[in-house]
Protein backbone atom coordinates (compact mmCIF):
# COMPACT_ATOMS: atom_id res chain seq x y z
CA UNK A 1 0.00 0.00 0.00
CA UNK A 2 3.27 2.33 0.38
CA UNK A 3 4.11 1.94 -2.72
CA UNK A 4 0.88 2.29 -4.06
CA UNK A 5 0.36 5.91 -2.23
CA UNK A 6 3.97 6.43 -3.25
CA UNK A 7 3.17 6.13 -6.86
CA UNK A 8 0.30 8.17 -7.24
CA UNK A 9 1.97 10.93 -5.19
CA UNK A 10 4.83 10.88 -7.37
CA UNK A 11 2.60 10.63 -10.98
CA UNK A 12 1.02 14.35 -9.53
CA UNK A 13 4.14 15.66 -8.79
CA UNK A 14 5.38 16.44 -12.48
CA UNK A 15 1.96 16.82 -13.84
CA UNK A 16 3.08 18.14 -17.39
CA UNK A 17 4.74 15.15 -17.75
CA UNK A 18 2.01 12.97 -16.26
CA UNK A 19 -0.45 14.57 -18.41
CA UNK A 20 1.64 14.23 -21.98
CA UNK A 21 2.27 10.67 -21.50
CA UNK A 22 -1.14 9.53 -20.53
CA UNK A 23 -2.69 11.83 -23.45
CA UNK A 24 -0.47 9.79 -25.74
CA UNK A 25 -1.72 6.53 -24.39
CA UNK A 26 -5.33 7.31 -24.39
CA UNK A 27 -5.08 9.10 -27.77
CA UNK A 28 -3.76 5.73 -29.14
CA UNK A 29 -6.09 3.67 -27.89
CA UNK A 30 -8.96 6.25 -28.71
CA UNK A 31 -7.32 5.64 -32.50
CA UNK A 32 -6.85 2.40 -32.58
CA UNK A 33 -10.32 1.35 -31.55
CA UNK A 34 -12.38 3.74 -34.06
CA UNK A 35 -9.91 2.43 -36.62
CA UNK A 36 -10.57 -1.21 -35.34
CA UNK A 37 -13.96 -1.02 -35.95
CA UNK A 38 -14.87 1.11 -38.73
CA UNK A 39 -12.52 -1.23 -40.61
CA UNK A 40 -14.27 -3.97 -39.23
CA UNK A 41 -17.41 -2.25 -40.10
CA UNK A 42 -16.51 -1.79 -44.11
CA UNK A 43 -14.97 -5.72 -44.73
CA UNK A 44 -18.37 -6.80 -42.64
CA UNK A 45 -20.23 -4.43 -45.01
CA UNK A 46 -18.42 -5.99 -48.11
CA UNK A 47 -18.68 -9.43 -46.70
CA UNK A 48 -22.40 -8.82 -45.98
CA UNK A 49 -23.07 -7.66 -49.15
CA UNK A 50 -21.97 -10.81 -50.66
CA UNK A 51 -23.25 -13.10 -48.33
CA UNK A 52 -26.73 -11.60 -47.37
CA UNK A 53 -27.81 -9.74 -50.35
CA UNK A 54 -25.94 -11.83 -53.30
CA UNK A 55 -25.17 -15.55 -53.11
CA UNK A 56 -25.68 -16.87 -49.84
CA UNK A 57 -22.96 -18.75 -46.90
CA UNK A 58 -22.85 -21.14 -50.17
CA UNK A 59 -24.53 -22.39 -53.36
CA UNK A 60 -25.54 -26.32 -54.77
CA UNK A 61 -25.19 -26.33 -58.49
CA UNK A 62 -25.40 -29.39 -60.64
CA UNK A 63 -21.63 -30.67 -61.04
CA UNK A 64 -20.80 -29.14 -64.24
CA UNK A 65 -22.97 -25.99 -64.37
CA UNK A 66 -20.11 -23.64 -63.08
CA UNK A 67 -17.55 -24.80 -65.91
CA UNK A 68 -20.35 -24.43 -68.49
CA UNK A 69 -23.44 -22.50 -67.63
CA UNK A 70 -26.09 -23.32 -69.78
CA UNK A 71 -30.29 -23.31 -69.22
CA UNK A 72 -30.19 -26.83 -70.01
CA UNK A 73 -28.23 -27.85 -66.67
CA UNK A 74 -30.27 -28.01 -63.83
CA UNK A 75 -30.47 -29.42 -60.54
CA UNK A 76 -33.56 -31.77 -60.85
CA UNK A 77 -34.70 -33.12 -57.25
CA UNK A 78 -34.89 -29.51 -55.84
CA UNK A 79 -38.84 -30.52 -54.66
CA UNK A 80 -37.08 -33.33 -52.52
CA UNK A 81 -33.76 -31.94 -51.54
CA UNK A 82 -34.51 -27.63 -50.54
CA UNK A 83 -37.10 -30.14 -47.21
CA UNK A 84 -34.34 -32.28 -46.40
CA UNK A 85 -32.05 -28.80 -46.42
CA UNK A 86 -34.56 -26.92 -44.20
CA UNK A 87 -34.88 -30.36 -41.79
CA UNK A 88 -31.21 -29.66 -41.05
CA UNK A 89 -31.25 -26.57 -39.92
CA UNK A 90 -29.89 -24.81 -43.36
CA UNK A 91 -32.47 -22.24 -44.79
CA UNK A 92 -32.57 -22.56 -49.09
CA UNK A 93 -34.23 -21.42 -52.08
CA UNK A 94 -34.10 -22.18 -55.85
CA UNK A 95 -32.70 -19.68 -58.29
CA UNK A 96 -33.25 -20.00 -62.32
CA UNK A 97 -30.69 -18.62 -64.44
CA UNK A 98 -31.30 -17.49 -68.04
CA UNK A 99 -30.11 -14.94 -70.62
CA UNK A 100 -31.32 -12.98 -73.08
CA UNK A 101 -31.88 -9.41 -74.55
CA UNK A 102 -33.75 -6.68 -72.85
CA UNK A 103 -35.00 -3.76 -74.50
CA UNK A 104 -36.63 -0.14 -74.02
CA UNK A 105 -37.54 1.71 -76.37
CA UNK A 106 -34.78 1.76 -79.10
CA UNK A 107 -32.30 0.39 -76.35
CA UNK A 108 -31.27 -2.90 -76.01
CA UNK A 109 -28.74 -4.70 -73.76
CA UNK A 110 -27.72 -8.37 -72.85
CA UNK A 111 -29.80 -9.37 -69.44
CA UNK A 112 -28.99 -12.30 -67.19
CA UNK A 113 -32.14 -13.34 -66.55
CA UNK A 114 -32.99 -15.13 -62.69
CA UNK A 115 -36.24 -15.79 -61.62
CA UNK A 116 -36.56 -16.21 -57.36
CA UNK A 117 -38.86 -17.80 -55.47
CA UNK A 118 -40.29 -14.72 -53.50
CA UNK A 119 -41.36 -16.31 -50.13
CA UNK A 120 -38.42 -18.97 -50.01
CA UNK A 121 -35.44 -16.36 -51.39
CA UNK A 122 -36.47 -13.91 -48.25
CA UNK A 123 -35.16 -16.13 -46.22
CA UNK A 124 -32.03 -16.88 -47.94
CA UNK A 125 -30.99 -13.16 -49.31
CA UNK A 126 -31.78 -10.00 -48.43
CA UNK A 127 -31.62 -8.38 -52.00
CA UNK A 128 -35.32 -7.07 -51.20
CA UNK A 129 -34.10 -4.31 -49.05
CA UNK A 130 -31.52 -3.15 -51.48
CA UNK A 131 -34.06 -0.98 -53.94
CA UNK A 132 -32.89 2.68 -54.86
CA UNK A 133 -36.36 2.82 -56.49
CA UNK A 134 -39.92 0.87 -56.47
CA UNK A 135 -40.68 -2.27 -54.90
CA UNK A 136 -39.47 -5.68 -54.66
CA UNK A 137 -41.34 -8.37 -56.53
CA UNK A 138 -44.83 -10.03 -55.51
CA UNK A 139 -46.18 -13.01 -56.60
CA UNK A 140 -49.60 -11.29 -56.88
CA UNK A 141 -47.75 -9.52 -60.15
CA UNK A 142 -46.26 -12.16 -62.52
CA UNK A 143 -45.45 -9.66 -64.98
CA UNK A 144 -43.37 -7.24 -62.53
CA UNK A 145 -39.55 -7.40 -62.59
CA UNK A 146 -36.69 -5.72 -60.84
CA UNK A 147 -33.77 -4.47 -62.60
CA UNK A 148 -30.19 -3.48 -61.96
CA UNK A 149 -28.94 -0.14 -61.63
CA UNK A 150 -26.88 0.29 -64.68
CA UNK A 151 -28.69 -1.76 -66.79
CA UNK A 152 -32.13 0.32 -65.75
CA UNK A 153 -29.55 3.89 -66.28
CA UNK A 154 -28.91 2.51 -70.08
CA UNK A 155 -32.16 1.35 -71.29
CA UNK A 156 -33.33 4.47 -69.40
CA UNK A 157 -35.77 2.79 -67.59
CA UNK A 158 -38.27 4.03 -64.87
CA UNK A 159 -40.11 2.50 -62.04
CA UNK A 160 -43.59 1.36 -64.09
CA UNK A 161 -41.72 1.54 -67.59
CA UNK A 162 -42.21 -1.35 -69.90
CA UNK A 163 -39.45 -3.85 -70.36
CA UNK A 164 -39.58 -6.08 -73.19
CA UNK A 165 -37.49 -9.51 -72.86
CA UNK A 166 -36.30 -11.74 -75.99
CA UNK A 167 -34.60 -15.20 -75.81
CA UNK A 168 -34.43 -19.12 -76.84
CA UNK A 169 -36.94 -21.07 -74.25
CA UNK A 170 -35.88 -24.56 -72.99
CA UNK A 171 -37.70 -26.15 -76.11
CA UNK A 172 -36.06 -24.69 -79.04
CA UNK A 173 -39.11 -21.71 -79.20
CA UNK A 174 -38.64 -17.86 -79.16
CA UNK A 175 -39.02 -16.91 -75.74
CA UNK A 176 -40.08 -13.34 -75.49
CA UNK A 177 -42.45 -11.00 -73.52
CA UNK A 178 -43.81 -7.35 -71.61
CA UNK A 179 -42.55 -6.61 -68.49
CA UNK A 180 -43.20 -3.92 -66.22
CA UNK A 181 -40.62 -2.46 -63.90
CA UNK A 182 -41.27 -2.61 -60.29
CA UNK A 183 -38.34 -1.90 -58.77
CA UNK A 184 -34.40 -0.71 -60.04
CA UNK A 185 -31.84 -1.65 -57.30
CA UNK A 186 -29.20 0.03 -55.78
CA UNK A 187 -25.72 -1.01 -56.19
CA UNK A 188 -25.32 -4.36 -55.06
CA UNK A 189 -22.19 -5.62 -57.26
CA UNK A 190 -20.70 -5.27 -61.12
CA UNK A 191 -22.58 -8.37 -62.69
CA UNK A 192 -26.34 -7.39 -60.87
CA UNK A 193 -25.73 -3.71 -61.38
CA UNK A 194 -24.99 -4.11 -65.02
CA UNK A 195 -26.86 -7.13 -66.23
CA UNK A 196 -29.49 -8.61 -63.80
CA UNK A 197 -33.53 -8.83 -63.90
CA UNK A 198 -35.61 -10.25 -61.94
CA UNK A 199 -38.61 -12.56 -62.18
CA UNK A 200 -40.78 -14.04 -60.55
CA UNK A 201 -40.36 -18.21 -60.52
CA UNK A 202 -43.46 -18.66 -62.21
CA UNK A 203 -42.90 -16.24 -65.34
CA UNK A 204 -39.70 -17.42 -65.76
CA UNK A 205 -40.74 -21.20 -66.20
CA UNK A 206 -43.82 -19.68 -68.50
CA UNK A 207 -40.84 -17.50 -70.29
CA UNK A 208 -38.35 -20.69 -70.70
CA UNK A 209 -40.99 -22.91 -71.02
CA UNK A 210 -39.02 -24.97 -68.14
CA UNK A 211 -41.59 -26.66 -65.92
CA UNK A 212 -38.70 -28.22 -63.15
CA UNK A 213 -35.79 -28.00 -61.61
CA UNK A 214 -33.34 -24.87 -60.99
CA UNK A 215 -30.20 -24.08 -61.80
CA UNK A 216 -28.81 -23.29 -58.40
CA UNK A 217 -29.59 -23.59 -55.01
CA UNK A 218 -28.72 -20.63 -52.39
CA UNK A 219 -27.96 -21.88 -48.83
CA UNK A 220 -27.76 -20.26 -45.54
CA UNK A 221 -26.09 -21.85 -42.81
CA UNK A 222 -27.17 -22.07 -38.97
CA UNK A 223 -25.44 -19.35 -36.80
CA UNK A 224 -23.35 -21.82 -34.44
CA UNK A 225 -22.20 -23.96 -37.39
CA UNK A 226 -18.94 -23.20 -39.13
CA UNK A 227 -18.44 -22.19 -43.27
CA UNK A 228 -16.24 -25.38 -43.61
CA UNK A 229 -18.45 -28.09 -41.72
CA UNK A 230 -21.64 -26.46 -43.33
CA UNK A 231 -20.44 -27.04 -46.61
CA UNK A 232 -19.62 -30.77 -45.65
CA UNK A 233 -23.00 -31.72 -44.47
CA UNK A 234 -24.52 -30.21 -47.64
CA UNK A 235 -22.55 -31.95 -49.44
CA UNK A 236 -23.53 -35.20 -47.79
CA UNK A 237 -27.43 -34.16 -48.48
CA UNK A 238 -26.58 -33.02 -51.56
CA UNK A 239 -24.91 -36.29 -53.01
CA UNK A 240 -23.55 -36.02 -56.64
CA UNK A 241 -24.06 -32.12 -56.77
CA UNK A 242 -21.51 -29.66 -56.66
CA UNK A 243 -22.18 -27.52 -53.18
CA UNK A 244 -19.57 -24.62 -52.77
CA UNK A 245 -19.34 -21.72 -50.00
CA UNK A 246 -18.44 -18.57 -50.70
CA UNK A 247 -15.02 -18.35 -50.24
CA UNK A 248 -15.01 -21.08 -52.95
CA UNK A 249 -16.84 -19.22 -55.81
CA UNK A 250 -15.23 -15.77 -55.12
CA UNK A 251 -11.92 -16.91 -54.22
CA UNK A 252 -10.07 -13.18 -54.70
CA UNK A 253 -12.79 -11.49 -52.70
CA UNK A 254 -11.72 -13.87 -49.84
CA UNK A 255 -8.43 -13.61 -50.36
CA UNK A 256 -8.83 -9.54 -50.39
CA UNK A 257 -10.79 -9.52 -47.08
CA UNK A 258 -7.92 -12.29 -45.38
CA UNK A 259 -5.43 -9.65 -46.66
CA UNK A 260 -7.33 -6.94 -45.23
CA UNK A 261 -7.36 -7.99 -42.10
CA UNK A 262 -3.65 -8.95 -41.84
CA UNK A 263 -2.80 -5.44 -42.73
CA UNK A 264 -5.13 -4.06 -40.24
CA UNK A 265 -3.03 -6.45 -37.58
CA UNK A 266 -0.19 -4.94 -39.45
CA UNK A 267 -1.15 -1.24 -38.72
CA UNK A 268 -2.05 -1.99 -35.41
CA UNK A 269 1.16 -3.04 -34.56
CA UNK A 270 3.06 -0.13 -36.10
CA UNK A 271 0.84 1.95 -34.31
CA UNK A 272 1.65 -0.04 -30.82
CA UNK A 273 5.37 0.24 -31.60
CA UNK A 274 5.20 4.15 -32.09
CA UNK A 275 3.43 4.49 -28.63
CA UNK A 276 5.39 2.16 -26.94
CA UNK A 277 8.56 4.14 -27.98
CA UNK A 278 6.87 7.27 -26.57
CA UNK A 279 6.24 5.54 -23.75
CA UNK A 280 9.90 4.11 -23.44
CA UNK A 281 10.72 7.61 -23.50
CA UNK A 282 8.80 9.41 -20.65
CA UNK A 283 9.84 6.47 -18.45
CA UNK A 284 13.60 7.23 -19.15
CA UNK A 285 13.15 10.99 -18.83
CA UNK A 286 11.22 10.36 -15.82
CA UNK A 287 13.67 8.17 -14.29
CA UNK A 288 16.71 10.55 -15.82
CA UNK A 289 14.93 13.22 -13.59
CA UNK A 290 14.21 11.91 -10.36
CA UNK A 291 17.92 10.06 -10.44
CA UNK A 292 18.92 11.84 -6.93
CA UNK A 293 15.32 10.49 -5.58
CA UNK A 294 15.94 6.97 -6.44
CA UNK A 295 19.70 7.66 -4.30
CA UNK A 296 18.02 8.93 -1.37
CA UNK A 297 15.33 5.76 -1.57
CA UNK A 298 18.62 3.37 -2.18
CA UNK A 299 20.32 4.78 0.94
CA UNK A 300 17.32 4.77 2.80
CA UNK A 301 17.35 0.97 2.55
CA UNK A 302 14.74 0.76 -0.36
CA UNK A 303 15.96 -2.36 -1.86
CA UNK A 304 16.24 -2.60 -6.16
CA UNK A 305 13.13 -5.04 -6.74
CA UNK A 306 10.97 -2.38 -4.23
CA UNK A 307 12.16 -0.14 -7.20
CA UNK A 308 11.06 -1.45 -9.75
CA UNK A 309 8.07 -2.04 -8.56
CA UNK A 310 7.76 1.16 -7.47
CA UNK A 311 8.60 2.53 -11.37
CA UNK A 312 5.48 -0.30 -12.27
CA UNK A 313 2.80 0.88 -10.63
CA UNK A 314 3.10 4.40 -11.61
CA UNK A 315 3.03 3.01 -15.17
CA UNK A 316 0.29 0.81 -14.37
CA UNK A 317 -1.87 3.96 -12.80
CA UNK A 318 -0.68 6.05 -15.48
CA UNK A 319 -2.12 2.89 -17.96
CA UNK A 320 -5.09 3.30 -15.95
CA UNK A 321 -5.63 6.37 -16.47
CA UNK A 322 -5.46 6.55 -20.30
CA UNK A 323 -7.60 3.45 -20.83
CA UNK A 324 -10.05 5.15 -18.65
CA UNK A 325 -10.29 8.63 -21.05
CA UNK A 326 -9.66 6.39 -24.46
CA UNK A 327 -12.94 4.55 -23.54
CA UNK A 328 -14.29 7.42 -22.49
CA UNK A 329 -13.56 9.54 -25.69
CA UNK A 330 -14.17 6.40 -27.89
CA UNK A 331 -17.72 5.23 -26.63
CA UNK A 332 -19.77 8.05 -27.78
CA UNK A 333 -17.81 8.33 -31.04
CA UNK A 334 -18.54 4.98 -31.74
CA UNK A 335 -21.87 5.41 -30.87
CA UNK A 336 -22.38 7.91 -33.67
CA UNK A 337 -20.37 6.19 -36.21
CA UNK A 338 -22.19 2.57 -35.46
CA UNK A 339 -26.11 4.60 -35.57
CA UNK A 340 -25.40 6.83 -38.43
CA UNK A 341 -21.99 6.29 -39.76
CA UNK A 342 -20.25 8.32 -42.80
CA UNK A 343 -21.62 9.13 -45.65
CA UNK A 344 -19.53 8.00 -48.19
CA UNK A 345 -20.78 10.24 -51.07
CA UNK A 346 -18.99 9.45 -54.54
CA UNK A 347 -17.58 6.15 -52.89
CA UNK A 348 -20.79 4.79 -51.89
CA UNK A 349 -21.64 2.16 -54.84
CA UNK A 350 -17.98 1.64 -55.75
CA UNK A 351 -17.22 -2.05 -56.56
CA UNK A 352 -13.90 -3.77 -55.10
CA UNK A 353 -13.34 -7.46 -56.11
CA UNK A 354 -17.35 -7.83 -56.73
CA UNK A 355 -17.93 -6.19 -53.17
CA UNK A 356 -19.65 -2.53 -52.80
CA UNK A 357 -18.78 0.03 -50.65
CA UNK A 358 -21.63 0.77 -48.73
CA UNK A 359 -23.65 4.70 -48.86
CA UNK A 360 -23.17 5.32 -45.04
CA UNK A 361 -19.99 3.95 -43.70
CA UNK A 362 -20.50 2.64 -40.17
CA UNK A 363 -18.66 0.95 -37.39
CA UNK A 364 -19.40 -2.58 -36.37
CA UNK A 365 -18.40 -2.95 -32.54
CA UNK A 366 -17.46 -6.56 -31.55
CA UNK A 367 -16.11 -7.13 -27.74
CA UNK A 368 -13.17 -8.05 -29.76
CA UNK A 369 -13.03 -3.86 -30.77
CA UNK A 370 -12.06 -2.99 -26.81
CA UNK A 371 -10.41 -6.36 -26.06
CA UNK A 372 -7.55 -6.28 -27.99
CA UNK A 373 -6.20 -2.74 -28.49
CA UNK A 374 -6.23 -2.59 -24.52
CA UNK A 375 -4.90 -5.59 -24.34
CA UNK A 376 -1.96 -4.98 -26.81
CA UNK A 377 -1.89 -1.38 -24.97
CA UNK A 378 -1.09 -3.27 -21.41
CA UNK A 379 1.75 -5.88 -22.83
CA UNK A 380 3.48 -2.72 -24.45
CA UNK A 381 3.09 -0.89 -21.46
CA UNK A 382 5.14 -3.10 -19.48
CA UNK A 383 7.16 -4.02 -21.88
CA UNK A 384 8.11 -0.87 -22.16
CA UNK A 385 8.84 0.65 -18.81
CA UNK A 386 11.56 -3.07 -18.17
CA UNK A 387 14.62 -0.96 -19.05
CA UNK A 388 13.79 2.22 -17.15
CA UNK A 389 12.46 0.54 -14.16
CA UNK A 390 16.40 -1.75 -14.03
CA UNK A 391 18.40 0.84 -14.87
CA UNK A 392 16.76 3.17 -11.65
CA UNK A 393 17.39 -0.19 -9.53
CA UNK A 394 21.05 -0.55 -10.58
CA UNK A 395 21.23 2.95 -9.65
CA UNK A 396 23.91 3.63 -7.22
CA UNK A 397 23.38 5.93 -4.17
CA UNK A 398 26.42 7.21 -3.98
CA UNK A 399 26.48 7.79 -7.51
CA UNK A 400 23.16 9.68 -7.50
CA UNK A 401 23.54 11.94 -4.92
CA UNK A 402 26.19 13.70 -6.86
CA UNK A 403 24.01 13.55 -10.03
CA UNK A 404 23.60 17.19 -11.13
Not at 191 to 205: C, I, K, M, P, Y
Not at 247 to 263: F, G, I, K, V
Not at 264 to 270: A, P
Not at 271 to 296: P, Q
Request: hydrophobic share 55%.
Amino acid sequence: MGILKMAWRNIGRNRRRTVVTVAAMAFGLFAMVVWFAMLQGLLADMERTVIDVEIGDLQIHAPTYLDDPSLYTRIDDVDALIPALEAAGFRASPRLVGGGLAAAGVSAAGASLQGVNVRADAGVSAISTRLAEGAWLDEDDPFGVVVGRRLARSLDLEVGGELIVLSQAADGSIANDLYAVRGILQSVSDGVDRSTVFLNEAAFRELFVLPSGAHRIVVRKPDDVELPAAVEAVQELAPGLDARSWRTLLPTLATYLDSANASMQIVSGVIYIVIAILILNAMLMAVFERIREFGVLKALGVEPRQVVGLIFVESGLQTGLALAAGVALAVPTLWYLVEFGIDTGALGGVQVLSATFATVWRASVTPATFAAPTANLVVLVLLAVIYPALKAARISPVEAMRHQ
